[in-house]
């Protein structure tokens, strides 16, 4: 059985910091793309980031470029976000995902995000407020 399991969420001040991590189980880790991807209130799915299963390239939306970083521990099944310089429009459920399907911008960027892409863990939530 598939299972990823997002923790490191909470509440901070604007311009503070978080460490998401997943940690994932029931497939082939090193053989999969890990993404994030990120639901505010009321608001659909957006792509936060994804990180290659082999060469470990990276790829981030423009909202949050310069200031998040993704990584992926195969040895651990392990992939985190490291989110740096936070904004209340940061704010939401993230989700990690997993497939054996790598994508990458601009047709990343173009997407319509469904629940019908990969596995998803349960959503760790993001609050940024002062």
């Known amino acids: 059985e598939v299972q990823l399991v997002e923790s490191g969420g909470g509440l901070v001040q604007p311009g503070g910091s978080l460490r998401l991590s997943c940690v994932a189980s029931?497939?082939?880790?090193?053989?999969?793309?890990m993404y994030w991807i990120r639901q505010a209130p009321e608001k659909g799915l957006e792509w936060v980031s994804n990180i290659n299963n082999d060469d470990g390239r990276t790829h981030y939306a423009d909202s949050v470029k310069g200031r998040f970083t993704i990584s992926r521990d195969n040895a651990k099944n392990t992939v985190y976000l490291q989110m740096n310089s936070l904004k209340p429009e940061d704010t939401g459920k993230y989700y990690c995902v997993g497939s054996p399907v790598g994508l990458e911008p601009p047709l990343i960027d173009r997407m319509t995000w469904s629940r019908d892409f990969g596995d998803w863990g349960q959503g760790t939530q993001v609050t940024v407020s002062s």
């Open positions: 029931g497939f082939r880790f090193n053989l999969y793309y």
